[in-house]
Every structure is written in structure tokens, then in C-alpha cells.
């Protein structure tokens, strides 16, 4: 990113219309976007949703927080080398070429664990080893079953001394806002286009409100070009 503001962010067009051939239980219809450091683990419990008919803008903040290192705090200094820290769980993370974080940490444990009951993993958490997926009602009854007795037993409590916090961590602060989209005329110039109405498959009839129920537009920008840094010193 060399520009702030909506025009020098990433922007994209997507088609949302939902698949009739997809077997799936989603109550919801549109997208999901995730917005991370590109070095950090994927949690995809962090996203948001994008709607049809829409256009979602998002201002960005990067902030970086640092923390003062144990006995100052809870967190552990030097925590991205295979030798950082003697922990199972720890140590397979690092694994996964990425850069740590606790709730990595947490996710990978509970992923184990699933694997170990379940004979699979939850493919909405992160995929470890070369399990496969939960896909069947009765693997997906499994993961439900055992990840609601996890919280109960509050096991991010009972496993912190293995999986320790790091001490800098990265976020994005997210302003959102809307607006109705596409317009009349673009919907129409859309239309026009082959490679639009390829997209419907078959049907030839294609009209504007069929358009407007299947594409969303998002806009991801940063509103000034800094970051905050706040460090305890």
C-alpha cells in the first residue's frame, strides 16, 4: 500500500450468488473476509461477513503492542524459534511456518484433542498434521460435543504453562461502513458483458435484481499512512 484512503486500498467485485450444488447448513448467504498479518496464523474465528446488494468499506489501524516480559507480565520474550519454548503445542505451531501466538497455540490444542475423539478436525479452526476433515453429521456431532465441554472446563485456564503469550502482538482496528450497490446503470453495463452473465450458468434471462441478490463489493483501505506503537516500558 503506497496511498491512503478508499481509492488506494484493495478493491474487489465478488459473485456471492449461493451454489444450489454445495451441500452445506450455512444460515447465511454472501462472503467472509479475514483481514490479518500476512506471517500470522489464520483464525477464522476473526472474520467478518460481506453482504449481496452491498458494498462494504473498511478503514484500517494497525497498531503494535509490546509488552515488558515475565515478571512484569504474563508474557514470554524470543518466542518465534522452535527453541523458544519447551511445550509440545508450542513447538508444533512454530512448525507450521507461521509467526506465534497464544491462540494459535489454543487452536492447535483443541484440534488435537478433536483428533484424538473425533478421528478428524474442524476445518473452520485449522487443519493439523494429515487428519481430514469433520464432514460427516456424526464427526461434526463429535467436534460440537467435545468443543463445548472444553469451554466448560475452561481449558485455556488449565494449558496457559504450554502455551505461553507472546509479548508484541499485531491488530487492525476495523471502522466499517455501507452503501446499496450496484447502481441501476452499472448493474445494466454489467449485463452487457459475456463474462457476467457466464456466471448464471444457463440462464439467459438474466435481470438487474438477479445481479444485485448475487454480487457484493468491498472496499480495504488504510485511513492514514502510521501505525500506533504502544510499548511498556
Known amino acids: 500500500v503506497t496511498q491512503v484512503g478508499i481509492s488506494g486500498g484493495l478493491i474487489v467485485e465478488l459473485f456471492l450468488k449461493d451454489n444450489p450444488h454445495q451441500n452445506g447448513m450455512s444460515m447465511y448467504s454472501g462472503g467472509y473476509v479475514i483481514i490479518r498479518n500476512h506471517s500470522d496464523f489464520l483464525n477464522l474465528m476473526s472474520g467478518f461477513m460481506i453482504s449481496t446488494s452491498e458494498v462494504t468499506y473498511v478503514s484500517l489501524e494497525k497498531s503494535i503492542h ?74 461434526n456431532g463429535c467436534f460440537f460435543e467435545l468443543y463445548q465441554q ?21 491488530t487492525f482496528d476495523k471502522t466499517m461502513s455501507f452503501n446499496r450497490y450496484p447502481t441501476d446503470n452499472y448493474a445494466n453495463n454489467l449485463l452487457k458483458q459475456p463474462r457476467i452473465r457466464n456466471l448464471f450458468g444457463n440462464n439467459s434471462n438474466v435481470t438487474k435484481e438477479n445481479l444485485k441478490e448475487s454480487i457484493g463489493s468491498l472496499y480495504v483501505f488504510f485511513e492514514k499512512m502510521k501505525y500506533t506503537s504502544i510499548t511498556e516500558i
Do not use: H, R, W
Open 66 to 139: 509490546k509488552q515488558l516480559p515475565k515478571p512484569y507480565s504474563d508474557c514470554v520474550e524470543n518466542i518465534n524459534s522452535i527453541d523458544g519454548f519447551d511445550s509440545f503445542y508450542f513447538k508444533k505451531v512454530i512448525e507450521m511456518n507461521i509467526s506465534y501466538n497464544q491462540e494459535a497455540c489454543y487452536t492447535y490444542y483443541i484440534q488435537s484433542k478433536i483428533f484424538e475423539k473425533c478421528n478428524c478436525f474442524n476445518n473452520v479452526l485449522m487443519k493439523i498434521d494429515d487428519s481430514k476433515p469433520c464432514v460427516t453429521p456424526e464427526e
Open 150 to 170: 472444553l469451554i466448560v472446563d475452561d481449558f485455556k485456564n488449565k494449558i496457559k504453562g504450554l502455551c505461553p503469550l507472546e509479548c508484541t502482538s499485531i
